[in-house]
DNA sequence: CGTTTGCTTGAGGCTGTTCAATACCGGTGG
DNA sequence: CCACCGGTATTGAACAGCCTCAAGCAAACG
């Protein structure tokens, strides 16, 4: 939960090829600068930690610059459906002016640093340097892109379907390529439960479903780490749009 | 499908205040007149036209200006997703600049007509007038929150829920307040089929929803007309986060 | 080490699907 | 005006997928 006014910025984590952040369009010394001096000093928050709760007043925009994030939308009965795991470079907390307060909440799942923007400091910068709004179209084009798309696989695909979906997904995003790697392990820090809210599934029916991809040979998740078995076999059960895979990849 | 090169043009279709379409910051008419310029002709197109297909290539950004649109995504076993159902002042179309075909067709459901405004004029309209860029930003803030909730309702709700949501969120667009008027026979120009696909159920299953709400005196629709009759109760079952009321009332 | 948290497995039940048969409505053409 | 027709709605019965509940286990953490 501690203040970090200092390194790590913008610049370094927030820029790496595979996960372009919002400073992508900023090029110039001076646009980076004016940026920089826009934000606010750089949270460190520890595993489990709220950014910024449901119903909360909207004040900032965030960064992720390191870390996982979860955004969720929890229900009066308990129940919450998570909207999207975020990684590094992700740019999340953007909501239209009517809305005065948070709909959703976003938590750390690792330990995360995050870099807050206040929305009206945000909202000048863009109109100094137009670039920034073909970043932030680009950015929720995107955004929308991808709620389709889980949309669909909550609403048509199978429980099989939905977690294989979700793991070629991490997969794409992280390893910024498709196909993915096979046999590298790679980090998740996804509980049974958080990969439930993510697919609209229990817990115990998600233990199922990844036994079944581990006994047919397809992937396998234990002890936080996400090993591809057989990526062909993976894409065919996900059956993912051929736009998307390239968005995955582009996007972290 | 014809075409229709004279009025209704975007001025007086798109602009009830009720729902505010591209034209609303372009208030100027300097701006108004470019934004006419750059559309295209306006399309007639008659029920069950596709605007676009899905898998196309992106070509146009298209303004909805009578009539209704359901964007909707085929899966290759036959099964779709209806991810939103437009209404007159709607834009729709955009893309992220990686993604050169469709993920989604854009098929009418009544006669309708349409704006084409080619992707690249709208950029350029971009860059002359900055409020654009607001309005964009705003109208895709927006979708990214409709879509959220979605996502929720076809992962958490059961199917009474999602049934009743849909309708609230239907009575509240097209009322343009919340909470809707009760008694009034609203157009509704839906099958259960269409249903269905908009809330990850069988139209059997629809039709015994829609029996249970009727019987229950919450809301009936018959011949393509939904009457509210006890929008209190039709609210406690759909159970929207407050925030959305108010983007629903206001956007059409 | 003890405690806690998450994982695993099984049995039984509920929700929603599938399949099939019938009724309905709107439009068409005789 | 009426018979016909295609698409849609309605209803029921059987089925399947996923959930609930409960117990036992493994792993992480103080």
Redesign the pocket.
Known sequence: MGCDPSPPGLRCATCPARAPGLCAPMRGPEALAALEAARRPALALPPGAAVFRQGEACRDVFILVAGWVALAQALPDGRRQVLRFLLPGAIFGLHPEEQANHALGAEALTAALVCPIPAERLAALRHAWPALDDRLLWCLERDVAFAAEQVTTLGQ????A?VAHLLLELLVRLGGRHPPAEGVAVPVP?????I?DAT????????????RLRQDGVARI???RLTLLDAARLVALADPPAELLALWAASG
């Not at 695909?157 to 099989?160: D, E, G, M, T, Y």
């Not at 609209?200 to 036994?211: A, C, D, K, Q, S």
């Open positions: 695909r199978p429980a099989l939905r996804l509980t049974h439960r958080l439930g609209g599934l229990t817990p115990e029916h998600v233990t199922r479903m990844l036994r234990s002890r936080g």
